[in-house]
């Protein structure tokens, strides 16, 4: 594929975001996209609103597998884009758009000049939740291709174009979403003592809960918990009698998420008595953590160092994905695409530098020959 073609698939899909499992109309415009290439040695299977797609090798040995994730985020764009997000509340600023392009332009490589093993090229939904990884592990369509090695890869906007990096060990973090319902007794604003006033409960448990990292994990381990909404209240002069926190729980270790779980639970203990409320805390969505190979860790820095894409050592990141779950059965990597954005992941303003798409292609072209 020519770069202007890429260039049109990018800013295509970059205005149809979706949330997970509902990515009709990207699974649509994939398959379009797809059939276009007129190849007779690939085989396209949907699954709910992703596809797999199975490159038939010329000598196949072995599978391998490529996964992409597809859906959007719930982010209001704030970009002056012509191809920007015409999804009213949706946005690709976790860089799905990218990922889908360039998994898009090696797959027309590899099945215009097919190598020796299969290639099984995985468009995932829902990675931003409630997750799509898992089901598709437990998925008989996915278990008769009996893949053997996998990989995939995410944008990094704090990283120059031309380089990719990783490491072996864990790349991603353990993460847990949490959800907490308070409910206590509102009232007017200027009575609070007749009143169990659930802003100032929920406002005093964010500033607990911090203190699970700070005095009750190992200073030598990691965790982050983040409350990125909060929701309470009707109007100025009445006090709320609920509140909600959503938000999320980072860990480097298993061990350590049933460590700041247990902290919670039992300050939830603690609060409910304290502030005469109830909490009602879920979980959501768990991803496990990404724990690369390290035989492939190092034949992807062999095989990209014979090209001019410069490979840089990560570190370990509080990020999530749940391609964890890929890796926790078959072998194989995550590693990040430097694509110099000044705004970040998740942000409304995230403005990858599109010459990352030529690298994306060639580095996981480079990877599949070298596997
Ligand atoms: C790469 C990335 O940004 N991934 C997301 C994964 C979401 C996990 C889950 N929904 C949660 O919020 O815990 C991330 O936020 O790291």
Known sequence: MIKNELLTIRRSLHQIPELGFQEYKTQSFLLETIKKMNRSNIEITKWKTGLFVLVKGNNPKKTIGYRTDIDGLPITEETDFPFKSQHPGQMHACGHDLHMTIALGVLDEISANAIDDNVLF??????????????????????????????????????PVGTVSTRAGILFANTSELFLDFTGKGGHAAYPH???????????????????????????????ITIGKMTAGTVQNIIAETARLEGTIRTLQPETMTIIKK?????????????????????????????????????????????????????????????GYFLKEIPGFMFWLGVDSPYGLHHSKLTPNEDAIET????????????
Not at 124 to 147: C, H, R, Y
Not at 199 to 220: E, M, N
């Open 122 to 159: 995985i468009f995932q939904p829902a990675e931003e939740g409630p997750g799509g990884a898992e089901p598709i592990l437990s998925s008989d369509t996915f278990k008769q291709w009996k893949v053997d090695s996998i990989f995939a890869l995410h944008i990094a906007p704090e990283l």
């Open 194 to 224: 007749l009143t169990k006033d659930m802003i100032v409960t929920a406002s005093s448990f964010i500033t607990q809960l911090q203190q699970i990292i700070s005095r009750k994990v190992d200073p030598l381990d990691s965790g982050v």
């Open 263 to 323: 902290e919670l639970e039992n300050i939830i203990k603690g609060f409910e008595i304290a502030h005469d409320c109830t909490i009602e805390v879920d979980y959501g969505a768990m991803y496990y953590q990404v724990n690369n190979d390290k035989v492939y860790v190092d034949k992807f820095a062999e095989a990209v160092q014979k090209s001019d894409i410069q490979f840089i050592e990560a570190n370990a990141a509080m990020t999530g994905e749940d391609f």
């Open 360 to 371: 994306g292609i060639k580095a996981v072209t480079a990877m599949m020959k070298e596997i």
